[in-house]
């Protein structure tokens, strides 16, 4: 008989412009893990739901959907690289639209259900950083580390902001700031996987930090545990 390969999870919670993405990627850089973006999932997701014609408020239709769809997550020259049903949808699924329309798919329990499941089976291929809302309370609740970033809600409308005008779009900052408050709201009120600081999980809030700060804090913690 086979013993069960040991892999080590780190999970990286927290909500929209907390800088986790960010953290989570160099961290997994550092480790040599694998980096798993669970949000372009969800967003991966949105964009067939959307190219179908789907209706959002339809959930028997969005689960069917979810249960027929392949999303996987691979590094290409250190880049994330998020296929959908085998097509490269990398840079398709960061639209300010699609964005606000990721709530209505993420918000149905019997979607999460079919994303946990790829998710875990991503992690268990062999050890993973992954960050989203729900991992260290639902997707890998014995993670051996798990971590909670959050930031002050002006500074985390403030760089969504700066990576919205990175990518050529031109939103205000007050609507930024809107946008951010009100993903905070559907985030923390979703009736399952609600973005919520799992109670073993290490707090770290971004508000002042670089990157690099956050970066040395998670590793120092994990060398030290
Ligand atoms: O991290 P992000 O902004 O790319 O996530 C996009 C959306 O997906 C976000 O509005 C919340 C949702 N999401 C989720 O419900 N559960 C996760 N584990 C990750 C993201």
Redesign the pocket.
């Known amino acids: 008989m086979s013993t069960p390969k040991k892999y080590v999870i780190i999970a990286i919670d927290g909500p929209?412009g907390s800088g986790?993405?960010t953290v989570a990627k160099l961290v997994a850089a550092r480790l040599g893990l694998l980096y798993i973006?669970?949000?372009?999932?969800?967003?991966a997701l949105t964009l067939k739901a959307s190219m179908r014609g789907l209706d959002f408020k339809d959930e028997g239709s969005l689960i069917k959907l979810a249960g027929s769809t392949d999303i996987d997550l691979r590094q290409d020259r250190g880049v994330l690289k998020v296929r959908l049903d085998g097509e490269d949808v990398t840079s398709s699924i960061r639209t300010s639209e699609l964005?606000n329309n990721?709530?209505y798919v993420?918000g149905v329990p019997g979607v999460?259900k079919r994303?946990v499941e790829l998710q875990r089976a991503l992690g268990r291929r062999r050890g993973a950083v992954l960050?989203?809302?729900?991992?260290g309370t639902v997707?890998f609740p014995d993670a051996k580390f798990k971590f909670y970033l959050d930031a002050d809600i002006k500074e985390r409308a403030r760089r969504r902001h700066k990576d919205i005008l990175a990518q050529g779009d031109s939103l205000s900052l007050e609507l930024v700031e809107r946008d951010v408050a009100s993903?905070d709201v559907?985030?923390m009120t979703?009736s399952v996987?609600a973005l919520k600081k799992a109670d073993d999980a290490v707090l770290i809030d971004t508000t002042g930090l670089t990157i690099a700060e956050v970066v040395e804090r998670v590793i120092s913690h994990i060398e030290h545990k």
């Not at 960050?131 to 991992?135: A, L, M, S, V």
Request: glycine fraction near 12%; avoid cysteine.
């Open positions: 929209a986790k993405s973006d669970t949000g372009a999932m969800y967003r964005t990721v709530r993420a999460r994303m960050e989203g809302r729900d991992i997707v993903r559907s985030d979703r996987g």
